[in-house]
């Protein structure tokens, strides 16, 4: 992507390119509110705001860090961002983003964030753990949100993974199912490895009622979020019914993948997804999932980071969100 100009930033801000200037080189003649919105531009437009001159964040600043893949490209962490932003905005806080990338993390990037005094730190998924380093034991919040891997150096909110696929489990058994299985990727994140771990905790509470587990688990590195053969394989060596997935896009490669066996959903074989991508809500049949609740969990981390500045405490720990089934058209009950 070509880098913005700051003619281009400036006319989408509605302000002068010498104030763009001035922002972006982080001087001190700008108002709090007008530099977060124009380096919220400029990173949107492209702008590698990594590159930045060191601003010397002010007592009311919180720093939001994430890659740029998903600080300003992924829809699915848009709300939850929005959300912290507005959230502490009411407690006259002010976000300002740092973003990189996830292949180019280097010591400068790194004394950026050492060098930062601001009042608190978010980072949102995916954090290195040296880019934890460089902000932990400063006596300040690091909150991390749904963490692709474990810190304990930071408080985790983090989606009822476990939980929710041990309901799937339930309710797939309520329904009439004995061959269950799940797919997913253990390796890709925390998030994804504790589903598998709920899946597996629920068969082995109900293996009296259901044949033994079936875990379809495949390398994702390459984030296709799918092994169709390995799916294949599985489905043509066991009796399975019905298929937990570690989340929506999953589910919805492994529907192409039944389909392309001559098979249904929900007929022959239904589906459980995780995540409520509006995707998964416009195909036929719409697929049940897990809804997580985004705007309310940048809220909710917001009020902690406020709190947490406000009484100068820092109570590590992991904040468990709950994400409430939507039972749709993807699953159907066999009892009947």
């Known amino acids: 992507m070509k880098k913005p100009t700051l003619d281009q930033i400036a006319k989408e801000c509605g302000v002068t390119k010498g104030l763009v200037s001035r922002a972006l080189g982080g001087k001190n003649n700008v108002s709090d509110t007008t530099r977060e919105k124009i380096i919220r531009k400029a990173t949107e437009l492209g702008y590698d705001t990594s590159k930045l001159k060191v601003h010397k964040f002010a007592s009311n600043r919180v720093l939001l860090i994430g890659s740029s893949r998903i600080l300003f490209k992924e829809d699915f962490w848009q709300p939850i961002i929005t959300a912290i932003s507005s959230t502490l905005s009411r407690s006259n806080l002010i976000v300002e983003y740092f973003a990189f990338e996830e292949e180019k993390i280097d010591d400068g990037l790194l004394k950026k964030l050492r060098e930062s005094a601001c009042s608190a730190f ?66 890709h994140s925390l998030s994804f490895r504790e589903r598998h771990e709920g ?34 394989d599985a489905l043509n060596n066991n009796p399975i019914s019905a ?85 749709r058209e993807s699953n159907i009950n066999l009892a009947k």
């Open 122 to 187: 978010i980072i949102i998924h995916v954090a290195p753990q040296s880019i934890v380093d460089a902000i932990a034991g400063r006596g300040k919040p690091v909150v991390i949100v749904d963490p692709k891997t474990f810190h304990s150096e930071a408080t985790q909110f983090k989606f009822s993974n476990y939980d929710s696929s041990y309901l799937a489990v339930r309710r797939l058994i309520e329904q009439g199912h004995t061959n269950i299985a799940f797919y997913g990727s253990d390796s």
């Open 199 to 232: 899946y597996m905790a629920a068969m082995e509470h109900y293996k009296d009622t259901v044949n033994k587990p079936c875990s379809i688990i495949f390398n994702n590195d390459k984030k296709y979020y799918a092994d169709e053969q390995m799916l294949i």
């Open 243 to 327: 298929v937990v997935c570690a989340n929506d896009i999953i589910a919805l490669n492994a529907i192409k993948t039944i389909n392309r066996l001559g098979k249904k959903v929900p007929d022959d074989i239904s589906v459980i997804g995780f995540d409520n991508i509006r995707t998964g809500d416009f195909m036929t049949p719409r697929l049940s999932t897990f809804n997580i609740p985004r705007q309310e969990i940048g809220e909710e981390v917001a009020k902690y980071v406020a709190n947490s500045i406000k009484s100068h405490q820092i109570p590590y720990s992991q904040i468990i969100i709950r994400c409430d089934f939507i039972e």
